[in-house]
């Protein structure tokens, strides 16, 4: 327990922007990094000059708490603030090493403040980096003008070199930091698209093996059913037979017949499930409009046999994608509608547009019998049935979904229960839209 607690606080927290992981990432880094600084400090003060432990202590104290402070407000989701005052705290040590110490001349102030710079461009980017940059230059301006350094005497010639050196030295470094953070998180972004993707794959993969297993199961149940008919009647045929009752005998070919013809649909619709996944004909662009008409005009016998009305609402956009499987999806949406129709006295089904964009939003309403919440997935699933004597095989809203994913959309079902209709809504690539 105590080795998970440690290993979760050692590790980076996430975040889902890109930009804001990398940065978390590095201040993370740093942070642990710095924690180890105070112990080391008061570890070397307690060997070279005993006679400061105390104050070692003191100020290792306050270098800890802040490391822990901004560890804090990093875990909090403060990556910004957190980032923008660790580069503070760096430029702040360093000026005062540098106006304690030697000035321009001082180690903490060409290492120190270049050190400052690359901090603040892996954590704040290039903008960053150069902003520490001027405060630099501005910093050791002062410097010089301020005259001579408490520790040595004051030389202008030598402090103005330094000066001019940093001046150059400065914006460099900030450049040559700020491409080689910007490679880092360019690597760092292709790494985790790739990962992305890889899940993505991971997760597809497993959703087919599973549909796979289910598709299995659902294909050697469906199967035996018809087969164990035809087997059983085929016994009762040999009986009848045998007694010459003709009566019995022309009613066992009936249901050894209607076995048969349930087999070949059960087939037939197997074999069309297994090609919807790819394209019949190349993708063309055609108004939706077209495509929802010509869906009707399939199943306009059954339509009209029902007394079933269908609105198609005006201007719907031009899709794309192949024609003969949109109009397969929307003929089997039109059709199942009808199928479920109950006893309502003027049924109606409306093929509309819901939202307009790349993708978008189509709809196929009925005010039939409805579905309830917990069928409204499940009749999706390949030979689901939720009415056993409706017509069909429980295929045709399983083909709808291959179809409308085949496409880069998807497909569901919004209805509040029985006797309230349902609406079928489902997403297709539009010409020339965007989001």
């Avoid at 005259?147 to 005497?153: D, F, I, Q, R, W």
């Avoid at 469906?222 to 087969?227: A, E, G």
């Amino acid at each position: 327990m105590a080795l998970i607690g440690v290993r979760r606080l050692l590790s980076p927290p996430v975040f889902e922007d890109e930009a804001v992981a990398h940065q978390a990432l590095v201040l993370h880094v740093i942070l642990w990094a710095l924690v180890a600084v105070p112990p080391l400090y008061v570890a070397m003060t307690a060997l070279v000059a005993p006679w400061h432990t105390g104050r070692a202590l003191v100020e290792g104290a306050f270098g800890e708490a802040a490391n822990v402070a901004l560890l804090w407000m990093l875990r909090r989701g403060k990556v910004a603030l957190a980032s923008g005052l660790q580069v503070v705290a760096f430029f702040s040590f360093f000026t005062v090493l540098a106006a304690l110490g030697n000035g321009v001349r001082s180690p903490a102030y060409m290492l120190g403040y270049a050190t400052t710079i690359a901090v603040a461009g892996a954590l704040l980017g290039g903008r960053g980096a150069f902003a520490a940059t001027a405060a630099a230059v501005i910093a050791g301006g002062l410097f010089v003008a301020r005259g001579a350094p408490p520790l040595t005497e004051f030389d202008p010639d030598v402090d103005l070199f330094v000066l001019g050196v940093s001046v150059i030295l400065f914006p460099v470094s900030a450049l040559v930091q700020n491409l080689a953070s910007r490679a880092v998180r360019q690597a760092l972004g292709r790494a985790r698209a790739s990962e992305t993707r890889y899940r993505e794959l991971v997760a597809e993969l497993e959703a087919k093996n599973a549909e796979l297993e289910s598709f299995t199961y659902t294909v050697s149940h469906d199967l035996k059913s018809p087969l164990f008919t035809l087997r059983g009647f085929i016994g009762y045929m040999e009986r009848d037979v045998a007694a010459g009752n003709s009566e019995r005998l022309r009613a066992d070919i009936a249901r050894i017949a209607d076995a048969a013809d349930k087999m070949r649909r059960l087939l037939d619709d197997l074999l069309e499930i297994s090609r919807i996944g790819r394209f019949v004909n190349p993708p063309q662009d055609v108004a939706f409009e077209v495509i929802a008409r010509e869906a009707v005009e399939l199943v306009r016998g059954g339509l009209d046999a029902r007394g079933v009305a269908v609105r198609i609402a005006p201007g719907l956009p031009m899709v794309r994608g192949d024609r003969s499987r949109l109009v397969q999806l929307v003929q089997n949406l039109v059709d199942n509608a009808a199928k479920f129709m109950g006893e309502q006295e003027q049924p109606q089904i409306d093929i509309g547009l819901r939202a307009r964009g790349r993708l978008s939003t189509f709809y196929v309403r009925d005010n039939g019998v409805g579905i309830a919440p917990r069928h409204q997935e499940r009749v999706f699933r390949l030979f689901e049935k939720l009415d056993p004597g409706s017509d069909g095989t429980g295929v045709g809203l399983a083909l709808v979904r291959r179809i409308v994913e085949l496409h880069g959309g998807r497909v569901w079902v919004e209805s509040a229960g029985d006797g309230s209709g349902a609406t079928f809504c489902f997403t297709l690539p539009v010409r020339g839209e965007s989001n």
